[in-house]
Nanobody, 126 residues
Framework: QVQLVESGGGLVQAGGSLRLSCAAS????????MGWFRQAPGKEREFVAA????????DYADSVKDRFTISRDKGKNTVYLQMNSVELEDTAVYYC???????????????????WGQGTQATVSS
């Protein structure tokens, strides 16, 4: 079992920055591939970013590429999502997810993840 707790959400102006954190506890964090997803009001959950267990491979949705950066600190059992140049369309509840995996792959579908956090709200204002 892995427990995931997101934090760092809040209100930010368009063009600003926000850093989300996902703290993991439970089984060995380093053996898990991690991902960030988001869900805006009235919309389905969508993929944002993913990182392999080693941190060496990352993947991003086209809508956030070159603006968001996913990273992980194994010593702190934490995954981060650095959000720069945020846009109104980035307003959503952001969820982190974990999947036990040593293959080095990254995953961009929610169904491929085993564990989810409770989410943190990020709101972008004009």
């Amino acid at each position: 079992q892995v427990q995931l707790v997101e934090s760092g959400g809040g209100l930010v102006q368009a063009g600003g920055s926000l850093r989300l954190s996902c703290a993991a506890s439970g089984r060995t964090f380093s053996s898990y591939a991690m991902g960030w997803f988001r869900q805006a009001p009235g919309k389905e959950r969508e993929f944002v970013a993913a990182i392999s267990w080693s941190g060496g491979i990352t993947d991003y949705a086209d809508s956030v590429k070159d603006r968001f950066t996913i990273s992980r600190d194994k010593g702190k059992n934490t995954v981060y999502l650095q959000m720069n140049s945020v846009e109104l369309e980035d307003t959503a509840v952001y969820y982190c997810a974990a999947r036990g995996d040593y293959s080095g792959h990254v995953y961009n579908r929610g169904a491929e993840y085993d564990y989810w956090g409770q989410g943190t709200q990020a709101t972008v204002s004009s």
